[in-house]
């Protein structure tokens, strides 16, 4: 299987900070990497997908770049509806597996 | 707008089954590429994809679960199903019903998630 490695685990930062989550492969995916937001007790939400393409809605502060083996997500200015998990996902071999998570927390 | 909505047993006795039904409304599930799909995600931990099936017939399961399991498509009812077998109190977790995107592949659609728990 595809590890997924996320970092860090938690994130504390500011409203109006600039935020950048990453997220490795153990081995190259392409672009086909995702990333999903999720709320507690919600079910997760996608913002990205094919590593930098924004899904319909996802408010463009979100971003999304790399390839091979290295992504991240960046928050250019951080709002108080962004503090949720954060997960990447990959797509290029089955097992498709999601990275462990990044929490954002005040 | 599509809408899922997972179904069945909230507690199950370990060594039975778990069986689990995601209703579709709000689009074919029929139609396209899509990729109707079963997560779980334990008690305050991360995903884990357990498979999918397609309209086609497609199935693809994770090989951690794919000897007890079993993904079908109901188009006539606009639902799938997920049995897994065998189950211990590792299963216990939230299932999430989710569709994959025929050309993004990615999960745009999710059910409120189902909570399962194995026990005696």
């Known amino acids: 299987d595809i590890q997924m490695t996320q970092s860090p685990s938690t994130l504390s930062a500011s409203v109006g900070d600039r935020v950048t989550i990453t997220c490795r492969a153990s081995?190259?995916?392409?672009?086909?990497l995702a990333w999903y937001q999720q709320k507690p007790g919600k079910a997760p939400k996608i913002l990205i997908y094919k590593t930098s393409s924004l899904e319909s809605g996802v408010p463009s502060r979100f971003s999304g770049g790399g390839s091979g083996t290295e992504f991240t997500l960046t928050i250019s200015s951080l709002q108080p509806d962004d503090f949720a998990t954060y997960y990447c996902?990959?797509?290029?071999?089955?097992?498709?597996?999601f990275g462990q998570g990044t929490k954002v927390e005040i | 707008q599509v809408q899922l909505q997972e179904s069945g047993p909230g507690l199950v006795k370990p060594s039975q089954t778990l069986s689990l039904t995601c209703n579709v409304s709000?689009?074919?599930?029929?139609?396209?590429?899509?990729?109707w799909t079963w997560i779980r995600q334990p008690a305050g931990r991360g995903l884990e994809w357990i498979g999918h099936v397609q309209a086609s017939g497609n199935t693809k399961y994770n090989p951690s679960l794919r000897s007890r399991l079993s993904i079908s498509l109901d188009t006539s009812k606009s639902q799938f199903s997920l049995n897994l077998n065998s189950v211990t109190a590792a299963d216990t977790a939230l299932y999430y019903c989710?569709?994959?995107?025929?050309?993004?592949?990615?999960?745009?659609?999710w059910g409120l998630g189902s909570l399962v728990t194995v026990s005696s």
């Open positions: 081995q190259s995916i392409r672009s086909w």
């Open positions: 989710a569709r994959g995107g025929s050309f993004t592949r990615v999960f745009d659609y």
């Open positions: 996902q990959q797509y290029d071999t089955y097992p498709w597996t």
């Open positions: 709000g689009g074919s599930i029929s139609s396209g590429a899509h990729y």
